[in-house]
């Protein structure tokens, strides 16, 4: 399974942003899915988590009420829509997938990752 990332870029603070996950040649469908994100000389954190069994979502609280993550069925994607971006959201932002007996919280939760997409928020 490969995970593809895209829709970073260069945003003004306040701006939006919309992420989003594609896994070739498989669903996420019976799988949890996460995006977690690196910034510079940090150490990845997560920032979003959904369980396939329940629905259910957790955000860190750095982004909760600002970031939403979604599933597109139709298109296969998992989307993380950003809003009232700040430049402490400047990363690298990595999705994932895991099995749904897992967490989703932990990067050990999850055994696919995507190459990273860099979000830039400037002040």
């Known amino acids: 399974v490969q995970l593809q990332a895209y829709g970073g870029g260069l945003v003004q603070a306040g701006g939006s942003l919309r992420l989003s996950c594609a896994a070739s040649?498989?669903?996420?469908?019976?799988?949890?899915v996460g995006w977690f994100r690196q910034a510079p000389g940090k150490h990845r954190e997560f920032v979003a988590g959904n369980r396939w069994l329940d629905g259910s979502t957790d955000y860190s609280d750095a982004v909760k009420g600002r970031f939403t993550l979604s599933r597109d069925k139709a298109k296969n994607t998992v989307n993380l829509q950003m809003n009232n971006l700040k430049p402490e959201d400047t990363a690298v932002y990595y999705c994932a997938r895991g099995g749904s007996w897992s967490g989703v919280r932990l990067r050990t939760d999850y055994n696919y990752w995507g190459q990273g997409t860099q979000v830039t928020v400037s002040s």
């Open positions: 040649g498989r669903s996420f469908d019976y799988y949890n």
